[in-house]
């Protein structure tokens, strides 16, 4: 069944990495809320719904994967991961929305502009003929010029009637269109505030889930206590990131090892009882992750990447995974099955998270506001981790940077994911 989950989500994340990374000129719409031109907010809106599709289809397995869940605690991480996945669909329809309304009140603003230049003529037009209609019949057959003249100018009205015929109802066909414009424009907002309250109502119920998750492994928090303070320790004494990331990638070779090795052997007077239980191997240790093949991956969050693997940064350093900019709060998640071997803070980081998915492959996730996972907690993939912290002075994108790597070196996760689908 687990092969299955992981399958299905492998389809949709081809269509997620190029949701997540549109062209140039609709990146920028997203982010930035401007365009030069309808058809790149158009690109903009299509790249944003697109994205939201994927994010639905990606909730709608999570969920039926919590249904299938027979144990309890299995069914606790099955319904976080479900809630979590809701979460990110709601987080893509409202930025998809956001797009929609900048679209419609573009579209709006160009209306305006047309109907103006149309109306002005024919406002003209209209008021010329009214001035000659109100002139006394007396009037008109004192004015000097032939019988002739008057012929002419008969045939002139009767000639430019229909086109004014024509461009009336052309402008109330604009009208309309404005009109119709300006509803759609109020039903997105209404529906933007309807989201917003899901999606408040969405967060509340994951905390309210994940305090249960807490109280129901209350059990094991005495040694996950011991590792979460030797990782802290590591942390601390790590000169950067970087060497963090090896040690916590040395530590978990180690455990790796350690994991595999057989279990004591019975003394002889012991052969008449039964074996002891044997240990199971971290869930990050899975077969193909022991033979050294890649883990199924998506992205921790949605959002939009700002910056490729390879990209040279402002500080002139090359990017060694995808930075991603997301909504304030937005749900980060397990981007793969992996074990927890580090959460905390970071200097300059905010709060950051060291996935190790065995056979020498690991995540770095950073920029997280809170944490919803502990050192040493298995998770599977699209399990709720944390939420991404607000930006300086709370204006802008905040980003998520992930970075995969394995035997300590960046792994291109477009091309890895890309490929594997």
Not at 85 to 108: C, D, F, H, T, W
Not at 299 to 305: D, H, S
Not at 375 to 384: F, M, R
Not at 388 to 405: D, F, H, K
């Amino acid at each position: 069944m687990r092969a299955g989950r992981i399958t299905r989500s492998m389809t949709g994340v081809a269509a997620l990495l190029l949701c997540a990374m549109p062209p140039l000129g609709a990146q920028q719409v997203i982010l930035t809320g401007k365009a030069t031109s309808i058809a790149e907010q158009k690109r903009a809106l299509a790249q944003a719904t697109a994205q939201a599709l994927t994010a639905r289809r990606l909730s709608h397995q999570m969920e039926a994967h919590a249904k299938s869940a027979r144990a309890e605690a299995d069914r606790l991480n099955a319904r976080a991961a479900a809630l979590a996945a809701r979460i990110q669909q709601s987080e893509a329809e409202l930025r998809a929305g956001v797009m929609r309304i900048a679209l419609i009140n573009r579209l709006i603003a160009d209306q305006r502009t047309r109907l103006a230049a149309k109306q002005g003529p024919l406002v003209r037009l209209v008021a010329a003929l009214q001035s000659v209609a109100r002139r006394p019949p007396v009037l008109a057959l004192l004015q000097p010029g032939s019988l002739v003249d008057a012929v002419h100018m008969r045939a002139a009205f009767a000639q430019i009637l229909p086109v004014i015929q024509q461009r009336t109802a052309a402008l109330r066909a604009d009208l309309a269109h404005a009109r119709q414009l300006k509803t759609l424009a109020v039903t997105a907002a209404a529906a933007q505030v309807r989201g917003k309250e899901s999606l408040k109502q969405q967060r509340l119920a994951l905390g309210k889930l994940e305090a249960e998750k807490r109280l129901a492994s209350r059990g094991l928090a005495s040694g996950a206590s011991l590792e979460a303070e030797r990782a802290t320790a590591l942390g601390e004494e790590a000169r950067d990131i970087g060497a963090l990331m090896h040690e916590i990638e040395t530590a978990g070779d180690i455990r790796a090892r350690l994991a595999s090795l057989p279990g004591p052997q019975p003394r002889p007077g012991m052969l008449g009882q039964p074996a002891p239980p044997t240990q199971e191997a971290p869930a990050a240790a899975t077969t193909s992750s022991r033979a050294g093949t890649a883990p199924a991956y998506r992205l921790p969050v949605m959002g939009i990447i700002v910056t490729g693997m390879g990209e040279v940064g402002p500080g002139g350093v090359r990017a060694r995974g995808l930075t991603i900019a997301v909504q304030p709060g937005a749900q980060v998640v397990a981007p793969a099955d992996g074990r927890i071997a580090f959460a905390g803070p970071y200097r300059g980081f905010g709060q950051i998270l060291i996935l190790d998915h065995g056979g020498g492959w690991a995540s770095l996730i950073t920029d997280l506001a809170h944490l919803s996972a502990r050192v040493g907690q298995s998770v599977e993939q699209g399990a709720p981790l944390g939420a991404a912290r607000p930006t300086a002075g709370g204006s802008g994108n905040p980003t998520i940077t992930v970075e995969l790597r394995r035997q300590g070196r960046p792994v291109d996760i477009v091309a890895m994911t890309t490929t594997r689908s």
